[in-house]
């Protein structure tokens, strides 16, 4: 495995995998293949610890696709593989001429390079629009979805 990224690093390199989201390759190998014994970790879930360990030694929050062993890495692209692939929602006002889209909350070129970024780009593109929540996709459509999810009441 190569070095953790120092603190200057991380500010450097914009492609990486978030610790988060080897958090949630974690759990969700964990769930998948849980522990034959309830002691041993199967090798996926296995793989991802120990990099996550080594992430939260060296106070790392960002690891670049490169820096992962093989295994961990493999693991990863599976998690990653169940997660959706895109934040559209089909409302693009780059389309339109906008610098930042307003439906999903990329930028203009981050939607047309889309189909060519890594695994990492996209996850961290996903990161940042998540804690920006500006987004429509943030607000506008998630309380119209949370208003049609509401139990009906049956006729009186």
């Given at each position: 495995?190569?070095?953790?990224?120092?603190?200057?690093?991380?500010?450097?390199?914009?492609a990486?995998?978030?610790?988060?989201?080897?958090e949630?390759?974690?759990?969700?190998?964990?769930?998948?293949?849980?522990?034959?014994?309830?002691?041993?970790?199967?090798?996926?879930?296995?793989?991802?610890?120990?990099?996550?360990?080594?992430?939260?030694?060296?106070?790392a929050?960002?690891?670049?696709?490169?820096?992962?062993?093989?295994?961990?890495?493999?693991?990863?692209?599976?998690?990653?593989?169940?997660?959706?692939?895109?934040?559209?929602?089909?409302?693009c006002?780059?389309?339109q001429?906008?610098?930042?889209?307003?439906?999903?909350?990329?930028?203009?070129?981050?939607?047309?390079?889309?189909?060519?970024?890594s695994?990492?780009?996209?996850?961290?593109t996903?990161?940042?629009?998540?804690?920006?929540?500006?987004?429509?996709?943030?607000?506008?459509?998630?309380?119209?979805?949370?208003?049609?999810?509401a139990?009906?009441?049956?006729?009186?």
């Amino acid at each position: 495995m190569m070095p953790l990224p120092t603190a200057t690093d991380r500010q450097t390199h914009l492609a990486g995998i978030h610790i988060t989201d080897i958090e949630s390759a974690i759990n969700y190998w964990r769930a998948h293949e849980p522990s034959p014994d309830g002691i041993a970790l199967p090798a996926r879930t296995r793989a991802l610890a120990e990099v996550y360990a080594q992430m939260v030694f060296a106070h790392a929050v960002l690891l670049e696709e490169s820096a992962f062993p093989p295994e961990a890495y493999a693991a990863w692209l599976g998690w990653y593989a169940s997660t959706p692939d895109t934040p559209c929602i089909a409302i693009c006002s780059t389309s339109q001429g906008d610098a930042w889209c307003k439906g999903c909350g990329r930028s203009f070129d981050e939607v047309q390079r889309w189909p060519a970024m890594s695994a990492a780009e996209k996850r961290q593109t996903w990161q940042r629009i998540t804690a920006q929540g500006t987004a429509w996709r943030f607000n506008k459509y998630a309380e119209r979805a949370a208003e049609n999810s509401a139990p009906l009441l049956p006729n009186s």
